[in-house]
């Protein structure tokens, strides 16, 4: 399994034989992700394994095992196929839109490699997400009508979200309310469709199901908050990325829009770079010294533990055991990669 092994806590603290279980259904996930990935034009396979290889930590198949682990009459004997392949489409659609998005942001870095479109050309990498979202598509067939709709719905809000985070805010519209539902779109639908499946296929009642999914966006939209804080605050060496590519393309994140409603007539020059997209590389290095040591940083860092305090809040009500509580303290650690 990529960048895992059986010595490895998946979650901090997690209790050690709900960790086997979850290393052992992550190795079932990267083994049938490689059988539906393989393809007969040696090119071919190893575009589509190109990101898939590059490692990552598998978060969203790992979030469907988890949802299942809540909701399996008897997880002890493991995870169903079902629970299984539905992990498979979730991180399918996720690599998918990987390629995507590295041709749209044109960054140079991806995981710590250079990205899809830097080994590839342009055209390709989106060839290649393509060939992938059609993949995960096939994977879902098999499980059923009502999974087919989810997956046609997940799709659907992942890319209305992406084109509202590329226009500009509605006239009227409160910019920062207009982002967080934007991340509703573009990041939580997936995650949230990752524990929906989770609880479907490990067979939860329809609360639980609706608990979970809830639980899920939540998550989806701390995770891509701390994404955005660490976009300014961390370096390529930490992250894997590169650092700034939201300033280069003039991306209103949630610290720059709160940066950018500041009255204070010492900002006068941040949100001067902040207005667009930032083409010289010093004006780069002076807005992303300036934004890391502005208090938009800290407000934007309370927005994301506000929402994960909401995420935790939603699994109150689920049954008690190992998996709810390493579903508290993934949030959690999702929230705190933006201290």
Known sequence: MTGQ????????????ELNDRLVGGLEAVQRRLNEVVDHDDEFVAGA?????????????????????????????????????????????????????????????LRRGVASANAVYDN????????LLFGTASKVISGLGAEAVGIQADTFVRLCAGQIRDDRPVPAGADPIEHYLGVLADKTGALIATAARYGAMFGGGDAEDVRLLTDYGEKVGMV?????????????????????????REGKATLPVLIARGS???????????LAGPILEESELQEALSLLRGHRAMDAAREQTLRVADEAR?????????????????????VALRSS
């Open 5 to 16: 092994d059986a010595g490895t806590y998946l979650v901090p603290g997690v209790d050690a």
């Open 123 to 130: 055209a390709t990498a989106i060839l290649v997400g393509d």
């Open 223 to 247: 995770f891509q908050l701390a994404d955005d804080l660490l976009d300014i605050a961390s370096d390529a060496e930490d992250s894997g990325k590169t650092p700034g590519t939201d300033l």
């Open 263 to 273: 009255r204070d007539p010492a900002d006068a020059r941040l949100q001067q770079l």
């Open 313 to 333: 809040q939603l699994l109150a009500p689920l049954p008690h055991g190992p998996a709810a509580l390493a579903l508290q303290v993934l949030v959690d650690g």
């Open 48 to 108: 589509a394994r190109y990101l898939s290889d590059a490692g990552g930590k598998r978060f969203r198949p790992m979030l469907t095992l988890l949802a299942a682990d809540v909701t399996l009459a008897a997880p002890e004997r493991g995870y169903p196929r079902e629970v299984i392949d539905a992990a498979v489409g979730v991180e399918l659609t996720h690599l998918a839109s990987l390629y995507h998005d590295d041709v749209m942001d044109e960054a140079d």
